[in-house]
């Protein structure tokens, strides 16, 4: 009978320790990063890794999204403070790279990077953590109004 009664406290101990490790990482989180009175929101990447131990099989998210001539476009990253990952992103297309917010030659991260796209079609982001290191970060893209 006793057993009975320590398994539901815990399972309800541990689904408490879950819900505070991934409380940073909700959608007011989002929210939070997406707010901006200068831009449009126009969708949001996010992704959420352990420790990569190996640096050439790293996890990373890869997504796609339509981007349109003529349109300045704004990639804005946000990390959660209490992961020690920092979220790197690459924007590319089927012909060329683009560029991120990670400059390797200087080791310099930026908050945020715009692109004015020069042709309507399919893009590539990637997103990963810089270093292996576990986090959960997000990449906002926005319209920017001008």
Do not use: W
């Not at 057993?3 to 406290?9: N, S």
């Not at 945020?112 to 079609?121: E, L, P, R």
């Amino acid at each position: 009978m006793h057993r009975l009664f320590y398994i539901p406290v815990f399972f309800l101990f541990f689904m408490h320790l879950f819900n505070d490790a991934s409380a940073q990482c909700d959608q007011a989180f989002i929210d939070q990063c997406a707010s901006n009175s200068e831009v449009k929101y126009i969708k949001h990447f996010r992704i959420r890794f352990a420790d990569s131990k190996d640096l050439k099989n790293r996890s990373e998210g890869q997504f796609s999204m339509m981007l349109n001539k003529g349109n300045h476009y704004r990639f804005l990253v946000c990390n959660d403070a209490s992961k020690p990952g920092s979220t790197i992103i690459e924007l590319s297309s089927d012909f060329a790279n683009f560029g991120g917010n990670y400059n390797a030659s200087e080791d310099k991260e930026y908050h945020a990077f715009d692109f004015i796209c020069s042709k309507t079609g399919p893009y590539y982001l990637k997103l990963f953590f810089k270093n292996g290191e576990e986090g959960c970060g997000v990449c906002v893209v926005s319209l920017v109004m001008e």
